[in-house]
């Protein structure tokens, strides 16, 4: 059983399309699609914005339905030159940029419970999902840090405290607090995302024009890749 969690409907809305033998279950507020895609079991769902209800899905989703690993997929924030609109950033790691002890000594970004700044991600998987990748995207796919914290990025100098802290190649609102719920209970995931905007100060209108599009694009490369795990 794989799971896969998006945020907006725009970010599952076709995957759920795609599956055959489906049957829906809902727990605290979100539903969960049960079925196969390309012949492998399921289960996707759609968690809402941030990194609580992040939590809450990727949480529910381990106890409930057990998947072998969780696939985290949706729209983000591209950051350097080297990333356009349209390509694709799977996670090497996830950190938390809105985690702060920084007063209290402690590293930017370090979550003080599992004693990390950067959660990696399953390797084998990075590098099969980046195989697959390349079918659909060409030469747009990148591995890099992606760093999630519950505001949308829209200005430059943020970005720029992104790049800088963290080495990030992407900003996000879901994945890191799904890859410390995947840490902290032992289980595979990989962050997919495709690139929405720059983050910049135009990043509110790119958004509204690429997101559909980019999220969309994304369930090719979902259908491709399940049979290569
Ligand atoms: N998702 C897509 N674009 C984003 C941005 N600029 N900031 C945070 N999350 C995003």
Known sequence: MIGIIGAMAVEVENLIEEMSDKQVETTSGISYHIG??????????????????????????????????IINVGVAGGIGQSIHIGDIVISRGLVQHDMDTTSLGDQKGLISGINLVTIPADEKLVQKVAATAAEVYGDGVHIGIIATGDQFICDAEKLRGLAEDFDASACEMEGGSIAQVCWLNNVKFAVIRAISDNADEDANVDFAAFAVTSAHKITQLIVNLLPTL
Do not use: E
Request: net charge positive; aromatic share 2%.
């Open 36 to 69: 196969s895609i390309s012949g492998i079991r399921c289960v996707v769902a759609q968690c809402g914005v941030g990194k609580v209800a992040a939590a809450v899905c990727a949480q529910t989703m381990i106890l409930k339905y057990q998947p072998d690993a």
